[in-house]
C-alpha cells in the first residue's frame, strides 16, 4: 500500500508539473498560427455575407475574434503576397512575380525572415502547405534534397506543395525531400522544353477529369493537365483530392509535437486555387459547384486546426490569423463552371476586382483574428496589410528585426489585436501596375498598355488605363466613377506618396 502510494504521488507531481510547465507557456508568448487561403475572396466567407455556401468554422473564429473589413495582401496575385509576408518586403522590389514550379528561391537566405525573427524569440517554426516562393539556386534536382529552401529562410519544419495544384512537379517535399520517392524511378521536371513522360492535355483530352485553357495543357497528373512537363516520381504523386486530409494532418500533428513549447505555423492551404477538385466528402457541400465545395473544404480544414488545439488546450493562447494571399477568380484555366454557377453570390463582395486585378476585391481580404486571451471579439475598419504582420508580430514577442530586415513593414500590433482602429496612412496595392489608398480614397497609377491575352482571356480588369483614377470609397466602393478631374489636390498627394514607396 505504501509502494502504491507512493507511485501515486509520483505520478501527481508529473501531472502538476506537467500542466503548469503548459500554462507558463501560455502565460508568456502566444503560439502563432496564420492560415493562409489561396483566392479566396472578401465576400466567400459566411460573416462576409456568402451565399450558398456555409463557412461555420471560419464564422466560429470572427465570432469569437476582430474580424477586419480593410484589410490587405501586399499583392493580387499569389507570390508577391507570401513573399513580403515573410520578408516584410513589398514584392516589386525584388521584382517577385507568379513563379513556375521549378523556379529558384526568391527570398535572399542573408536576409532575416518572420520565421527567422520568431526562432530567435525561441519559437519552432513550421510551414505546411502551399510554398511557391522557388526552392534551390538553379536546376532543381528533385531526386534529392532540394536547398535553399523553407530551412534556410527560418522554417524548423516543412511540408509543401513546391509550387502551387496548377503545376509539376506533382509531389510533396517534406523538409525539402520529396515524399514516396522511389530512386530507380527518378524525377524530371521541365517547363518550356517537351520531355517524354506522363501524358500531355493537348493531345489526349479524353484522359482529362476537366478541360483547361491552353496555358495548362502538360502534364497529366490524377487526370488533371498542368503547366509544365514531368517524368517519373509515380510513387510520389499526388492526389489532388487528398490535399485537405494530407495538410491538415501534418499540420496538427506539427501542433501536437510542439504543445509544450511556442510554436509558429504557417498553414498555407491549396483550396480554394484550381484546380478545384473537392474531396468526395465536400462534394455538393454548396450550391455553386467545384469552387463552393472546395470552400466547404478549405473551412472544415480550419475547424480541423481549432479542434486540435481546443484538444491540446491551446486555443486560448494561440493567435490565429485567418487570411488570403489575393482577391477570387472564377475562370483561372480549368472549366469548372464557376461563373455559371455563381448565382447572387458575390465573392468580392461589394468590392470591384479580381486577382490580378488592381481594383479594391484584388487585395482587400477577408482577415480575422483570433486569440481569446487578448482579442476581444468585434470588427475592425482599421486600413492595414499583411506586410505590416513582421514588424508588428516583432514587437509582440519582443524581438527588433536586424538591419536592413522588413524595410516596409510597420508595427501596427495595437491595430491587429484590436486595441485601436488607427492603421496605415497609406496602403500600397500591387498589381499589374499600383493602386494607393489613404483613408476612403484609392488612387491607380496610369498605365498606357494593352491588356496581355492571358489575362483578358480570364475575363480580368486588371485596371489599365492612359488616365489616373481616383475613386472615392466611402460612396463608391465599386470604383465606378472616377473622379481625378474634381479633386487635383488629393491626386497630386498621393502621387507624391506613390513616387516616395516606389524610389524608396
Known sequence: MIMINKIANFLLLILTL????????????????????????????????????????VDYLAKNGLNFT?????????????????????AFRNNAAILEGDAPLIID??????????????YTTGVVGKWHLGLGRGKIDWNKRVSPGPKEVGFDYSFLIPATGDRTPCIFLENQEVVGLDLSDPITVSYGTRIDGYPIGREHPEL??????????????NGISRIGF?????????????????????????????????FFLYFSLHDIHQPRVANIKFVESSTMGPRGDVIAQMD??????????????????????????????????YLDYATELLGTHKPGGPYRGTKYSVYEAGTRMPTIVHWPKKVKPGTSSALISQVDLYASLADLVNQKPVKGAAPDSKNLINTWLGKTEKGRDFLLEES????????????????????????????????FRKEVQLFNLDNDPSESLNVYKEFPEIVAKMEKEMIKILKK
Open 208 to 221: 482529362l477529369k476537366m478541360h483547361t485553357d491552353p496555358y495548362h495543357q502538360g502534364a497529366i497528373i
Open 300 to 333: 472544415w480544414c480550419v475547424g480541423q486546426i481549432t479542434e486540435q488545439l481546443k484538444k491540446v488546450n491551446l486555443l486560448h493562447n494561440t493567435l490565429i490569423v485567418f487570411t488570403s494571399d489575393n482577391g477570387p477568380i472564377l475562370d483561372d484555366g
Open 109 to 122: 537566405t542573408n536576409k532575416e525572415t518572420l520565421p527567422a525573427l520568431l526562432q530567435k524569440a525561441g
Open 18 to 57: 506537467t500542466a503548469h510547465y503548459i500554462g507558463i507557456a501560455q502565460k508568456g508568448d502566444p503560439n502563432i498560427i496564420i492560415i493562409y487561403v489561396d483566392d479566396l475572396g472578401y465576400g466567400d466567407i459566411g460573416v462576409n455575407g456568402a451565399i450558398g455556401v456555409k463557412t461555420p468554422n
Open 432 to 463: 499589374y501596375t499600383f493602386g494607393l489608398r489613404m483613408g476612403n480614397w484609392k488612387y491607380v497609377q496610369p498605365k498606357d498598355q494593352q491588356v496581355p491575352k492571358w489575362i483578358s482571356d480570364k475575363f480580368v480588369d486588371p485596371g
Open 70 to 90: 480593410d484589410a490587405h495582401s501586399s499583392a493580387s496575385t499569389c507570390t508577391p503576397s507570401r513573399y513580403s509576408l515573410l520578408t516584410g518586403e513589398y
Open 230 to 262: 514531368m517524368d517519373g516520381g509515380k510513387k510520389a504523386l499526388w492526389v489532388d483530392e487528398d490535399f485537405p486530409f494530407v495538410l491538415t494532418k501534418k499540420a496538427n500533428a506539427f501542433i501536437e509535437e510542439n504543445k509544450e513549447d511556442k
